[in-house]
């Protein structure tokens, strides 16, 4: 899909359809106040019309309903399509995004090709044309890449978003949310891919070309690298797979930078498929652990928008990859691995591998030099009983590097919570044996693996992400497909320009 912005006036929009997006004014319409200006100029355009639909209560306003309309009186497109934007005081950047992502869904549905979408005004206009891209290039995603008997017929060609002015910060707005969106698409193509494809092999393919393409240092440590920096964790979860597994590491270094400078360093579980190893997951759902890899993928793809954006502070994202399978040579339950950092780790339970792989791959960050570290996993199936499938669970060692990363999430729509890491819950985590359990009891789970990774990002600033419930999405909506959502990918990328 082609993206452009265009000045004309809506009256005058040739196009196969025009988007408006239409306010649930409720009973203030009976006032005579006009709650609603952009469609009381757009139903003087069309003479009446819209303002006859909304009596018969055909058109209503509600957040995201649709109606579409053919032929409309006073314009030159060739259908009018209005999307309800809720009621005007909740109005904001993920409404719109939301609006626009349905309008594109709804109208690709329809076998349209080509359509303008026109923002309603409220929000700043950098504000409105980021939103409507986002939504819009969100929403044109399809995990359908192996259906054979594709509608091919369902696609949509060019988009334009209509704005008032021909402004060059628009132009670089929309630029810039391209990159974004399209790397959060590039995240969500990699996590659908099933484990038989995207293999740690594949992945190191894939972060590879994304390397190389936009220019970006690239390195994949192998099992003898790892075993010579003694990552005993990492291993330990890779050994009864006959993938081998590796450490994708990838550096921006912006030039001009005192190396002295803050040093960002993004860390995302990838394992491309979590059987839960001799600790074996129940088969029902085990299919979806093949996104168990949404972490990793997220970061590769924040480090492709980042060359593009360039950021002034240097990045470094580090991905371990695994697939963690039984086996006669898988680890067992009570094994001890040692972990790069030194400290020795209890395998309780082998379907706890996140956080092993993610300790080995925190300490490497943090001998990279990183001075800030944020990991973003599907770590933990407590997450989504204690957040279900909205928030992101947020826990830090550093309130305030983790309120900059909130403020990101909040200024690019994305939901995140933030989760408590009491010293208590350490208490949670003796062993007889070795320094570190890779469990707790069972209260209290997500936090308790943020805790075990507390431990080996100490002192460093650190912020972890808990995808586990975000990152797919159960049910499509009228804006998304069902499938990989994407999560944290924006919110990032926005950080590493902020920092
Ligand atoms: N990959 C899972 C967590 C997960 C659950 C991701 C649901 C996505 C959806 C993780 O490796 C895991 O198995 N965690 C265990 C930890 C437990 C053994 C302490 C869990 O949450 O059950
Ligand atoms: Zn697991
Ligand atoms: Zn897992």
Redesign the pocket.
């Known amino acids: 899909m082609k993206l452009t912005l265009t000045h004309q006036a809506p009256e005058l929009l040739e196009t196969e359809a025009l988007v408006a997006i239409v306010f649930d004014t409720g009973d203030d319409t009976a006032t005579g106040e006009p709650a609603d200006p952009g469609f009381d100029r757009l139903d003087s355009l069309a003479g009446g019309l819209l303002a006859e639909l909304r009596r018969s209560g055909e058109l209503t306003g509600k957040a995201l309903d649709t109606v579409l309309l053919h032929r409309p009186a006073g314009l030159a497109a060739r259908r009018l399509l209005l999307v309800g934007g809720g009621k005007r005081e909740k109005w904001d950047l993920a409404q719109l995004r939301n609006a626009a992502g349905t309008a594109l869904r709804f109208l690709k549905g329809k076998g349209v090709h080509e359509f303008v979408f026109l923002p309603p005004d409220g929000l700043p206009a950098e504000t409105l044309v980021t939103a409507t891209a986002w939504g819009l290039i969100a929403a044109d995603f399809e995990p359908d890449s192996y259906k054979t008997d594709k509608n091919n017929d369902h696609r949509i060609d060019r988009a334009q978003i209509a704005v008032g002015s021909a402004e060059s910060a628009l132009e670089s707005a929309l630029e810039r949310a391209v990159v974004v969106t399209e790397a959060q698409n590039l995240a969500r193509a990699l996590s659908n891919e099933p484990a038989n494809r995207m293999t740690p092999r594949e992945l190191v393919q894939r972060a590879q070309q994304v390397a190389y393409g936009c220019g970006l240092d690239f390195e994949a440590l192998d099992s003898e690298r790892m075993r010579g920096l003694g990552m005993g964790a990492l291993l330990g979860v890779a050994q009864g797979s006959a993938e081998p597994p590796a450490l994708i590491v990838m550096h921006y270094r912006p030039a001009g930078i005192p190396s002295s400078n803050a040093h960002l360093g993004l860390v995302g579980k990838a ?1 491309t498929f ?1 059987t ?1 190893g001799i ?1 074996i997951k129940p088969a029902d759902g085990m299919e ?2 093949k996104y ?1 890899m949404a972490g990793g993928a997220a970061m590769i793809a924040v480090m492709q928008a980042l060359a593009h954006l360039k950021p002034s502070i240097a990045v470094t994202a580090v991905v371990p990859t695994v697939e963690n399978m039984p086996g006669s040579r898988a680890q067992r339950p009570g094994d001890i691995q040692t972990t790069m950092s030194g400290k020795t780790v209890e395998v309780l ?1 082998t ?4 956080r092993l792989i993610l300790a080995d791959a925190i300490t490497y960050a943090r001998r990279q030099g990183c001075t800030h570290l944020v990991d973003a996993a ?5 997450i ?1 009983v204690a957040l279900g499938h909205t928030n992101v669970g947020v826990f830090t060692n550093q309130q305030a590097f983790q309120d900059r990363l909130l403020a990101s999430a909040r200024d690019c729509g994305e939901k995140m919570w933030p989760m408590p890491l009491d010293d208590e819950y350490k208490e949670q985590l003796q062993s007889n044996i070795a320094d570190l359990p890779n ?1 707790g009891s069972r209260w209290g ?1 997500a936090i308790t693996a943020a805790m075990f990774l507390k431990e080996f990002a100490d002192p460093t600033p650190w912020v972890h992400l808990d995808i ?1 419930g975000t990152a797919w999405l159960e049910e499509a909506k009228p804006y998304m497909p069902k499938g990989p959502s994407g999560v944290a990918v924006r919110t990032l990328v926005d950080l590493a320009m902020k920092m």
């Open positions: 394992v979590d839960g600790s979806k652990m168990d339970n379907d706890a591998e996140g599907t770590l933990t199936g407590a989504v469990i789970g586990a």
